[in-house]
Each structure stands twice: as structure tokens, then as C-alpha cells.
T-cell receptor, first 117, second 115 residues
């Protein structure tokens, strides 16, 4: 069975500082990994994905994430946080097509990011 | 990416009643899904809506409680039947294209409160 852990319920960071939101996963075979953001009263917005290739993936709004196979991690990062980045962030995983595939996404419990002036 | 519209955006319902949530996409999509997000919790997949056949339900969810329709490639409905306060949640529709490496995209959700 696949699973995702987001160990921090909340991350606080000052505007202009770098931010990291942590995610570790468990899945059989190679993973497809995703980050989503949820603003109040909105659905989930896709930020970025790792499918294969370069371990550092870049996404929307200046976010990036680094895939680390040995540590089974996919941490979300941004070099300089903005107050407008304050939202709820979800990491998600599903197995790759090469290892059985399936479309079921498993989500982490979410991390509330708060960026303060 | 596709534009996904959900209706209603929110509702307050009496226990024992049923509510049907609509999901409309502005282009044809291969796969449509329904999720539940309970207050302060993560997303849980209810079912995959299959065009022209019965939905595929996840463990813990049954058709009698959550009947789903998908008459075509751009539209689906989820009904929450015989509601109780425990059904108070956000219900989200998502879509995905054919290729395996494509992400799912979500509608804004329906915020449902049961009195």
C-alpha cells in the first residue's frame, strides 16, 4: 500500500526567507509524486510533479521540489517566501505506469504554511 | 488545464435529506474522480466515475450512500444520500487525462454542512 507523510502540521517562515515543506513517501516501485496547494475556500491547485529524470523539478509560483530516492523524500522548497504563499500544501503519490500504475492518488495530511512579514 | 465547475459551492442541509453535486468540465476528459475532505483532514478518494458504466468505489464507500453518474465525458454527479452530521465535508471533483504522467486537476469543491 502506498502512503505519504507530512511530518509538520504547520510551518512558519518570515517573508523573504527560504521555505521547506517536508514530504516522505512509501510506494511499491517507482513513484509519481505531486505537490498541490489549497487556498481558503478553493480546491487543490497543482504545483509540480516528479515523474522521472532530473531530481530537481520546478513548478508554479517559483516553487521547486527535490526527489531523493534513497531517503524516499520529495520536499517542497522556495528560495524566498511571500505572504501570498500562505496556504495549505499537500504532497501526493501514486505508483508509476511501469510498476502497475493505477490512478489512485494518496495524499498526505497537509502542511499549513504561514508566511509573516 | 481543464476548467472544472462544481455546483453548488456550498450548502446547509437537514439530516436525512440528499444532495446532488454537479461537476462540469470544459473539455472531454478520460477520468473523473470524487474525493471527500473532512474538516482539518486530508483528501480521501470516494470513487472513480466511469463513463457509461457503474462507478468504482473505494473501500468504505458504497453506491447506496454515494450514487454517482457520468453520462458523458464532461459531466458527473455525486449524490450524498440520507445525510447525517458526519457527512459534513468538502466534496471535490477531479479530472485527469489519458497519459499516465498527467496530474489530476481539481474543482473548487462543495462545502456541505449537515444540521
Amino acid at each position: 500500500a502506498q502512503s505519504v507523510a507530512q511530518p509538520e502540521d504547520q510551518v512558519n517562515v518570515a517573508e523573504g526567507n527560504p521555505l521547506t515543506v517536508k514530504c516522505t513517501y512509501s510506494v511499491s516501485g517507482n513513484p509519481y509524486l505531486f505537490w498541490y496547494v489549497q487556498y481558503p475556500n478553493r480546491g487543490l491547485q497543482f504545483l509540480l510533479k516528479y515523474i522521472t529524470g532530473d531530481n530537481l523539478v520546478k513548478g508554479s509560483y517559483g516553487f521547486e521540489a527535490e526527489f531523493n530516492k534513497s531517503q524516499t523524500s520529495f520536499h517542497l522548497k522556495k528560495p524566498s517566501a511571500l505572504v501570498s504563499d500562505s496556504a495549505l500544501y499537500f504532497c501526493a503519490v501514486r505508483p508509476s505506469i511501469l510498476t502497475g500504475g493505477g490512478n489512485k492518488l494518496t495524499f498526505g495530511t497537509g502542511t499549513q504554511l504561514k508566511v509573516e512579514l | 488545464s481543464a476548467v472544472i465547475s462544481q455546483k453548488p459551492s456550498r450548502d446547509i442541509c437537514q439530516r436525512g435529506t440528499s444532495l446532488t453535486i454537479q461537476c462540469q468540465v470544459d473539455s472531454q476528459v478520460t477520468m473523473m474522480f470524487w474525493y471527500r475532505q473532512q474538516p482539518g483532514q486530508s483528501l480521501t478518494l470516494i470513487a472513480t466515475a466511469n463513463q457509461g458504466s457503474e462507478a468504482t468505489y473505494e473501500s468504505g464507500f458504497v453506491i447506496d450512500k454515494f450514487p454517482i453518474s457520468r453520462p458523458n465525458l464532461t459531466f458527473s454527479t455525486l449524490t450524498v444520500s440520507n445525510m447525517s452530521p458526519e457527512d459534513s465535508s468538502i466534496y471535490l471533483c477531479s479530472v485527469k487525462g489519458t497519459e499516465s504522467n498527467q496530474p489530476q486537476h481539481f474543482g473548487d469543491g462543495t462545502r456541505l454542512s449537515i444540521l
